[in-house]
């Protein structure tokens, strides 16, 4: 649940930043920041849904009597949770992508730049 409600509320700030525009007034790479937030995300999504799949087998191995609708809710709280993994994970990838886009387009600009000093 602290996973959850700590990925909702910090990318519904950054989702409202960006949509008002105050991503520009900031000067900042948000790639960057957008890469690593992500990527930080998928991993908590992966140890807590690692987690809640080991207490299921705890308690299938343990002969514990948990009922059939909490195993499902189990069940259905992993796989969302890995299907967050990935989504966060490709958030962070494309991040990452166009950061590395952005740094290659400043080096050539810089490049030219120093050419031109040079005449």
Do not use: H
Not at 67 to 80: A, D, E, K, N
Not at 110 to 115: N, Q, V
């Amino acid at each position: 649940m602290f996973i959850l409600l700590l990925t909702l509320l910090t990318s519904l700030v950054v989702w409202i930043t960006s949509a008002i525009g105050l991503l520009l007034i900031f000067p900042l790479n948000w790639y960057i920041i957008d890469t690593v937030l992500y990527s930080v995300f998928s991993f908590l999504y992966l140890v807590g849904s690692s987690l809640v799949a080991s207490a299921f087998d705890f308690y299938e191995k343990m002969g514990t009597d948990v009922s059939t609708p909490t195993v499902q809710q189990l069940i259905l709280c992993v796989v969302l949770g890995y299907i967050c993994m990935f989504v966060y994970g490709m958030s962070g990838l494309i991040g990452y992508k166009q950061w590395r886009i952005q740094y290659r387009l400043f080096q050539r600009r810089r490049l030219l730049e120093e050419d031109d000093l040079d005449i």
